[in-house]
């Protein structure tokens, strides 16, 4: 079971996580939602094509413009209680490696922090124990936030993934964040290069064997470029067939752009599957 805020998914539930980010400089929207009124346009029609988690980030992943943790805060904190306000059922994260953002959104309402940089901050797990948020443990192969993996090399990519993540989610765990609410993710691209994320996904099910629950972040990465020689915006084929892939493997949560898009990749797969699907079916088909 997956518990995250008021949601309670079942052990084969798919889950749909929509990016929201409130940056001028994303790589993928370019500051399309960094005001209020096209971020929360975003989060409404997000949630009604069946994200059941919105998570929304004040810095972009990549090199930039410095953003302190007082500008971070601010573009999340108000923003984290409007949705919260607006959308009272609906799972907030907020994608931060630093506590005292951390502890700030959860303050406003946030249900679930996320980790994209593998514990670089250990206060952070401290944070979502104390407020009994949910905590997303990744593995970034000890790269610096908002550095690029220059010449990274791994014995065994997958054991690396595994004995990182699993440990920051048994700390987690020890600290008090709730067990049901601790997810772990490979980290693609995030020290890793497109070998290394390639290899991570084949090899997913290892990942899903530890019994923790697997986000997958893959929505138009670099991996997916690099593999099919295709700039950001042309990337959505490469990014739903690598969700699909995901999804056979056992992955439970996907952060994407395409929500409408990835809702279908998920349903079919289930369908596939023989598992429960994550948005209402339409149509009875074939009596399935």
Known sequence: MLRLGRREFGTHEPVIM???????????????????????????RAVAEGAAIIDIGGVKAGPGEEVTAEEEARRTVGFVAEVRRRFPEIVISVDTWRAEVGEAVCEAGADLLNDA??????????????????????????TEPRTRPHR???DD??????????????????????R??????????????????LEATRRLGEMVETGWPVLVSLSNKDFVGE???RPVKERVVGTLATTAVSAWLGARVYRVHEVAETAQV???????????????????IMGL
């Open 18 to 44: 929509a990016i929201v980010n409130r940056t001028p400089d994303s790589f993928y929207d370019q500051g399309a939602t960094f005001r209020d009124e096209p971020a929360l346009a975003r989060v409404e």
């Open 117 to 142: 940089w593998g514990g670089v901050d250990p206060r952070l797990a401290e944070v979502a124990a104390r407020y009994g948020a949910g905590l997303v443990c990744t593995h970034a192969g000890g």
């Open 152 to 154: 990274v090399t791994y």
């Open 157 to 178: 990519v997958m054991a690396d993934i595994l004995s990182v993540t699993v440990g920051l989610a048994e700390r987690a765990a020890g600290l008090g964040v709730p």
């Open 180 to 197: 049901e609410s601790i997810l772990i993710d490979p980290g693609h691209d995030f020290g890793k290069n497109t070998r290394h994320s």
């Open 227 to 229: 593999t099919l020689d």
């Open 266 to 284: 998920l349903d079919m797969v289930c369908r596939l599957n023989n598992s429960p699907t994550p948005t209402k079916s339409k149509k009875n």
